[in-house]
Nanobody, 123 residues
Framework: QAQLEESGGGSVQAGGSLRLRCTVS????????MGWFRQVPGKEREGVVR???????IYAEDVKGRFTTSHDNAENTLYLQMNNLKPEDTAMYYC?????????????????WGQGTQVTVSS
């Protein structure tokens, strides 16, 4: 059974960094389209970055140059390095998986989700 578990969230001041971790079991995460998403209460969940099976990535405009996602194949884990954090990055962060590639995949097509990890950035 596919399972995803996020960790690494916390509270930091603006300009700080956090590294989120998505530990995967039940499938090989590098063979799936993997994504990081975030949600603020009262707002829709939004995409942060997707990484395809080829390793190609698509970042949301407001995190480009600050966030980086990467695989650790040996640990079957996906990471999200977040630098220069801003108060508007405050949200619950989720990782999710979709079999095969990312092309044309909408957020509702990601069938496997973790429970989320909270990121809070203070000014």
């Amino acid at each position: 059974q596919a399972q995803l578990e996020e960790s690494g969230g916390g509270s930091v001041q603006a300009g700080g960094s956090l590294r989120l971790r998505c530990t995967v079991s039940g499938f090989t995460e590098s063979t799936y389209c993997m994504g990081w998403f975030r949600q603020v209460p009262g707002k829709e969940r939004e995409g942060v970055v997707r990484i395809d099976t080829s390793g190609s990535t698509i970042y949301a405009e407001d995190v480009k140059g600050r966030f980086t996602t990467s695989h650790d194949n040996a640990e079957n884990t996906l990471y999200l390095q977040m630098n220069n954090l801003k108060p508007e990055d405050t949200a619950m962060y989720y990782c999710a998986a979709h079999p095969l590639g990312c092309y044309g995949v909408g957020i509702t097509q990601f069938g496997n989700w973790g429970q989320g990890t909270q990121v809070t950035v203070s000014s």
